[in-house]
């Protein structure tokens, strides 16, 4: 079964300031997609970036960006000039394609506080 | 489009009594997925419908069931609740078609049983 480590329970950041989060999966899949999401304290999860495994380049969005080390099994989550809004719980998630319909797997999360 | 809608939002039951949720996912969308998020067991899959029909079930007890409408809406019962039911629970919708299928969450019902 496909597991997913996000091994920092809590993490802080100064405003202004670059964090990364860390994520680690165990797969026997070559073809899936890994995420993560926020969860402010409304507990709305919100998509913040996604990728595809086949894709060597990492992904980004505006302020987020990820390292995508496929034969590590690592997809670390970087996060740069930080703002107050970004605080929340962070989850790294895994969704494999080789087996048909399967489901997010996700980590235990990352607690992110921003200092201002 | 309008986002992933969830009814009710908080919900205060006691041991003993069903429980049914709603979800009605993003227009297009015809996968829906259930989510239990606990503090002690984290985020966990409850079941995925699509087209009114189950394709993947977690592994819970068949106390919880869900069901797909025509119309993709989804709805999960919970019957003989027990104190450990209370969670968060997330509906998820996912277009399948395109490159990318990625899950978008709703805001949940936090159900807490007495």
């Known amino acids: 079964a496909q597991t997913v480590t996000q091994s920092q329970p809590e993490m802080s950041v100064q405003e202004a300031e670059t964090v990364t989060l860390s994520c680690t999966y165990d797969?026997?899949?070559?073809?899936?997609?890994l995420f993560w999401y926020k969860q402010p304290p409304s507990r709305q999860m919100i998509l913040v970036i996604r990728?595809?495994?086949?894709?060597?380049q990492n992904a980004t969005e505006n302020r987020f960006s990820v390292n995508f080390q496929k034969a590590a099994k690592s997809f670390s989550l970087k996060i740069s000039d930080s703002q107050l809004g970004d605080a929340a719980m962070y989850f790294c998630a895994y969704r494999g394609l080789n087996s048909g319909n399967t489901p997010l797997v996700f980590g235990k999360g990352t607690r992110l506080s921003v200092i201002a | 489009k309008a986002g992933v809608t969830q009814t009710p939002r908080y919900l205060i039951k006691t041991r003993g009594q069903q429980v049914t949720l709603s979800c009605s996912p993003i227009s297009g969308h015809r996968s829906v997925s259930w989510y239990q998020q606990t503090p002690g067991q984290g985020l966990q899959f409850l079941f995925e419908y699509f087209s009114e029909t189950q394709r993947n079930k977690g592994n819970f007890p068949g106390r919880f069931s869900g069901r797909q409408f025509s119309n993709s809406r989804s709805e999960m019962n919970v019957s003989t609740l027990e104190l450990g039911d209370s969670a968060l629970y997330l509906c998820?919708?996912?277009?399948?078609?395109?490159?990318?299928?990625?899950?978008?969450f709703g805001p949940g019902t936090r159900l807490l049983v007495l």
């Open positions: 797969t026997s899949e070559s073809d899936y997609y």
């Open positions: 998820a919708s996912r277009s399948t078609s395109g490159p990318l299928e990625t899950q978008y």
């Open positions: 990728q595809e495994a086949y894709k060597q």
